[in-house]
């Protein structure tokens, strides 16, 4: 079945060519030469990552879990209590702690921008995601309705063949019929149409 890409183009979007979107055209050229669309993006994504979205990425994923909580919490308990009890008047940073703040102030400006870089990056792999699972879903739609269309064609022949083969079965009963009712003359035992048993 030789099909090109205006023809189903045509038949299964409804659209001709120059209305279809590169991913669609891929899809359609993917169905046409039956070969498979499906890719793992996870992999092609992770194969580009320069060093700084690769730092980024570890930074957000350092600053969002337990351990950096727990350890973040354990090093103002000791600066609060070596600054607060410990070292008393001589504390290099005495209560209210102003270094301190200015010290969670700049980790904040700079963990800020990190973490929203890592979002972007997965923000652009979701839409990476989306714009495959998007594929996948045209070709598998594709080949259902594909399938389809073979089902129906299948079933016609068969009805074709049963209305043909049910015609000549009917003509072969006639013939049966016209022979059996010439062989039976008038007055003879038997049923209308059926030999008699002499």
Do not use: C
């Not at 205006?6 to 169905?31: F, M, N, Q, Y």
């Not at 792999?125 to 996948?136: F, K, T």
């Not at 043909?164 to 013939?175: F, K, L």
């Not at 019929?177 to 048993?197: I, K, V």
Request: net charge negative.
């Amino acid at each position: 079945m030789n099909r090109t890409v205006e023809d189903l183009a045509h038949r299964w979007l409804k659209r001709p060519p120059e209305g279809l979107s590169a991913t669609e055209h891929r899809v359609l050229e993917s169905s046409m030469e039956r070969r498979p669309i499906s890719r793992d993006t996870g992999q092609d994504d992770g194969v580009r990552l320069t060093f700084g979205e690769r730092l980024a990425d570890g930074v957000a994923r350092f600053g969002g879990s337990w351990p950096f909580i727990l350890w973040f919490g354990v090093l103002l308990a000791l600066w609060t209590l070596a600054n607060g009890w410990l070292l008393g008047r001589d504390a290099f940073d005495p209560y209210p702690f102003i270094f301190l703040n200015l010290v969670l102030s700049m980790l904040a400006a700079i963990q800020a921008p990190v973490i929203m870089m890592s979002q972007n990056r997965q923000a652009r792999r979701d839409r990476i995601a989306a714009s495959h699972d998007y594929e996948v879903n045209l070709k598998a739609e594709i080949e259902i309705m594909a399938l389809h269309e073979k089902l129906d064609e299948l079933r016609h022949r068969e009805l074709m063949g049963m209305r043909d083969d049910i015609a000549r079965i009917a003509r072969q009963v006639e013939g049966l019929n016209q022979r059996m009712g010439g062989e039976n003359r008038p007055g003879q035992a038997g049923m209308p149409g059926l030999p008699s048993a002499d």
